[in-house]
Antibody, heavy 121, light 110 residues
Framework: EVQLVESGGGLVQPGGSLGLSCAAS????????MHWVRQIPGKGLVWVSR????????HYADSVRGRFTISRDNAKNILYLQMSSLRADDTAVYYC??????????????WGQGTMVTVSS | QSVLTQPPSASGTPGQRVTISCSGS????????VNWYQQFPETAPKLLIY???LRPSGVPDRFSGSKSGTSASLAISGLQSDDEADYYC???????????FGGGTKLTVL
């Protein structure tokens, strides 16, 4: 079964750090761009970051650049998002997603179930 | 404020055809393909349309996408009650060097 499963969410204080993981299964993980997208409950989708198949190319939204780091371990089929200097406005559900359809780098056809990150004192 | 502009709401009756618009600029929709997503409450989004009006396996052909200049549209024909959901457009933005989403359109089936 094709699947993405996020973990690592939770409550963290402002200024703190948190690491998210996304375990992939059922597809050729290393072949595809992977993305993180977040969503404040009840609000819209916001793109966070993406990484190419071999991890050599990364992109970030302006709001997280310099604070978040995306990476991947293709041997373990795991995508990561290391978040630091967290702020209250980083509070959201974080989804990992794969762009595995038709060679389109940004068409996110496989999504995880999401993990909630709450930044609060 | 989202980079791509969608109407916050849309509605239609069963069987009707509805369209949802998505307005952008020369750095995103004007240069890159538009992807459309469907999202039900408390669930992850689902890819509906990608590339030049392509549908992933399992997406019915009632859903179609089009683009003209810096605007795009999602059309849903033969509207069903199960189509009631939030719909988002998205595209790569060459200036921002990232993916941009629309603010989402809540579709109500009357």
């Amino acid at each position: 079964e094709v699947q993405l499963v996020e973990s690592g969410g939770g409550l963290v204080q402002p200024g703190g750090s948190l690491g998210l993981s996304c375990a992939a299964s059922g597809f050729s993980f290393s072949d595809y761009w992977m993305h993180w997208v977040r969503q404040i409950p009840g609000k819209g989708l916001v793109w966070v970051s993406r990484i190419n198949g071999d991890g050599s190319s990364t992109h970030y939204a302006d709001s997280v650049r310099g604070r978040f780091t995306i990476s991947r371990d293709n041997a373990k089929n795991i995508l990561y998002l290391q978040m630091s200097s967290l702020r209250a406005d980083d509070t959201a559900v974080y989804y990992c997603a794969s762009a595995s359809v038709g060679g389109a780098r940004n068409a996110l056809d496989i999504w995880g179930q999401g993990t909630m990150v709450t930044v609060s004192s | 404020q989202s980079v791509l502009t969608q109407p916050p709401s849309a509605s239609g009756t069963p069987g009707q055809r509805v369209t949802i618009s998505c307005s952008g600029s020369s750095s995103n929709i004007g240069k890159n393909t538009v992807n459309w997503y469907q999202q039900f409450p408390e669930t992850a989004p689902k890819l509906l349309i990608y590339g030049r009006n392509l549908r992933p396996s399992g997406v019915p052909d009632r859903f179609s996408g089009s683009k003209s200049g810096t605007s795009a549209s999602l059309a849903i024909s033969g509207l069903q009650s199960d189509d009631e959901a939030d719909y988002y457009c998205a595209a790569w933005d060459d200036s921002l060097d990232g993916v941009v989403f629309g603010g989402g359109t809540k579709l109500t089936v009357l």
